[in-house]
């Protein structure tokens, strides 16, 4: 799978073209596919701008990401003023307001500030709950990747992502969302 996603990062519109056949023409695949393809989905945090299609990025990870098996969830999301306005909702949400916290911080520099939305997702907008494997001590990550300097071993290290507790949701079927709170450009 990783081979599959580094051939796709070559590609000028692989991605999309990927996604959009797999929604078109897969029906289901193996859990063995589905766990493979999470950390994928984890390393290209980005796929729903590189995919560029949020319609065909949510039906494939429909297919391609554990389905999720739950009840609603009150979730929050850091994101651009823009965002909102447009409401063009990310994929990515969080049932820690705190950490929603820090990514509309993160974007407070963009036109017209940041917001954390607020939504209780019903379970068919829940596509899959990520659970983040505990992440790589420096010591790990040197024997992992010897080749890399000291300094990116420790941007690695320290990327914080695996406290998120992200639900991947897919916007056309939340109901209202709200803005908890609003920070100034």
Not at 153 to 165: S, T, V
């Amino acid at each position: 799978m990783e081979g599959a996603a580094q051939l796709l990062n070559e590609t000028v519109g692989g991605w999309t073209i990927a996604m959009r056949a797999v929604a078109r023409r897969v029906q289901s695949v193996s859990q063995e596919v589905q766990h493979a393809f999470l950390p994928v989905s984890v390393e290209h945090k980005t796929l729903s701008l590189t995919v560029g299609d949020h319609r065909a990025l949510c039906d494939a990870a429909r297919i391609l990401l554990p389905r999720y098996q739950g009840s609603a969830v009150r979730l929050f999301r850091g994101a651009s003023a823009g965002e909102r306005r447009r409401r063009i909702y990310g994929l990515s949400w969080t049932p820690d307001i705190a950490i929603a916290e820090r990514f509309a911080h993160a974007r407070q520099q963009w036109d017209g500030g940041s917001v954390v939305l607020e939504t209780l997702a019903p379970p068919a907008a829940i596509i899959c709950s990520v659970d983040y494997p505990e992440p790589f001590t420096v010591e790990e990550l040197k024997s992992k990747f010897p080749e890399l300097p000291q300094q990116r071993i420790e941007e690695l290290a320290d990327q914080g992502f695996h406290e998120e507790r992200e639900y991947v949701v897919d916007r056309r079927h939340l109901g209202t969302v709200t803005v908890a709170r609003r920070y100034p450009q």
